[in-house]
């Protein structure tokens, strides 16, 4: 399966470079010409905006150092591909929906949240660090959203008119938290029996999204490869036999794979009952596997080794001082405090990515040339 992406990838990876070039000159006219005038995101820390540090604030430096210069709600030093691809449409990043200073919904809202699952967790933030806003949640929150748009009629300067339900674009990138939160104590070959449900919730959402709130659009992220976080690594012993030739998690990886076939299966499904809608499958897997395994070949120094963390050593990460934290570890103070060069990193955290990994993946995905059906620029934002 991995030979078969990084085929692919030889041939698919030229086209980030012309879509590079297309996108620094389509984001500054995209202002009237694009096609959606909104976005809602729905998913977790890999597309929250200020979500969960809105409703649990307490999110410290150095998060955001590199675009924002302050913690920014993001799981990130900078900016996330939903930030990009926002930006590449000429639109405002985006609200939390969460956020109640300061938010501007008239060109969208994020409902995302970091922790959180497609399915409604078991447990809780005080317990696991799970969000409670899980993926139906969210499409409550949607509704409700949907509510206060048709009640304003256009009169509340905060809202978007109701045309905007059925033009926007309609983003989902969850699922990762489903499947990593139970590895340690159940196994992949366990998770792996759980992950149909977890394509079925993401499908049930993109029908309810169509029938309720009239959307039409929709793109869809697959799972990113986890076996190469810097997270799981540091926990597994250096002459594991779990580790490919990258040095990533074998076992980890081929889950991921597994859960990413079942849910382009699953949007396949999708298309033949909502045929008038655009269903889009993104295969952001495949390129930010290609950044893990060959940093070097696209401007980057480091894949597997977290840029914020503690420890050093091959990986940089050491989970009982997180990025941010500062603990005293074995009587002496430990502090994980952030690289000096963010921008030679995959990995921020050693789970989620830089601001430099994301705009990577973010022009590869606003080429199209990671999606299923092929997804036209033009579509995103005519030049
Ligand atoms: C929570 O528990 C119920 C009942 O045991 C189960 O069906 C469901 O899949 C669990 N949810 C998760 C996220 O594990
Ligand atoms: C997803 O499924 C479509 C058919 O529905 C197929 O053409 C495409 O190659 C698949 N993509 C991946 C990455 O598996």
């Keep these: 399966m991995q030979i078969g992406c990084r085929g692919t990838m030889r041939t698919a990876w030229p086209l980030l470079l012309v879509a590079t070039a297309l996108l620094s000159t389509s984001a500054a006219r995209a202002r009237r010409t694009c096609r959606f005038p909104a976005v809602f995101n729905f998913g977790d820390s890999n597309s929250d905006t200020g979500g969960f540090w809105a409703a649990f604030p307490a999110q410290q430096g150095p998060f955001g150092m590199t675009y924002f210069g302050r913690p920014a709600g993001r799981a990130s030093d900078g900016r996330l591909v939903i930030d990009f691809i926002a930006q590449a449409m000429g639109l405002p990043l985006l609200s939390p929906y969460l956020q109640s200073i300061g938010s501007d919904y008239r060109h969208g809202a994020n409902f995302a949240t970091l922790a959180s699952t497609a399915l409604l967790p078991n447990t809780s933030v005080f317990v696991t660090g799970t969000s409670p806003f899980s993926l139906g949640i969210q499409l409550n929150q949607m509704k409700e959203f949907r ?203 050693g789970i989620h990515a830089t601001e430099a990994a994301n705009s990577r993946i973010a022009y590869a995905v606003i080429s199209g040339s990671y999606s299923y059906p092929p997804f036209d620029l033009s579509k995103l934002c005519s030049p």
Excluded at 153 to 177: F, H, R, V, W
Excluded at 250 to 275: C, F, I, P
Excluded at 306 to 325: E, I, K, L, S
Aim: with cysteine; charged share 20%.
């Design 147 to 349: 509510n206060r748009v048709l009640a304003s009629k256009g009169n509340n300067g905060q809202l978007p008119g109701s045309e905007i339900l059925g033009d926007a674009l309609y983003t989902i990138d969850i699922g990762q938290n489903d499947f990593t939160s139970n590895l340690g104590s159940l196994g992949v070959e366990s998770v792996k029996r759980s992950l149909p449900s977890v394509v079925s919730q993401i499908s049930w959402t993109i029908q309810d999204l169509y029938s309720s709130i009239g959307a039409r659009s929709f793109m869809v992220f697959n799972m990113v490869p986890v076996g190469c976080y810097p997270a799981f690594l540091a926990g597994l012993p250096r002459d594991s036999k779990d580790l490919d030739e990258f040095g990533c998690v074998k076992s980890y990886n081929g889950g991921v794979t597994y859960y990413n076939q079942l849910l382009n299966d699953s949007l396949a499904e999708v298309r033949k009952t909502l045929q008038d809608a655009s269903v889009v499958y993104v295969d952001k897997h495949a390129v930010t596997l290609e950044l893990f395994q060959h940093p070097t070949a696209h401007g980057l120094k480091h894949g597997a080794r977290a840029c914020c963390g503690y420890g050093g050593g091959t990986y940089n990460f050491d989970r009982d001082v997180y990025c941010g934290d500062s603990k005293v570890v074995n009587g002496e103070a430990a502090t994980a405090g952030a690289c000096a060069d963010p921008q030679n990193y995959v990995s921020w955290d």
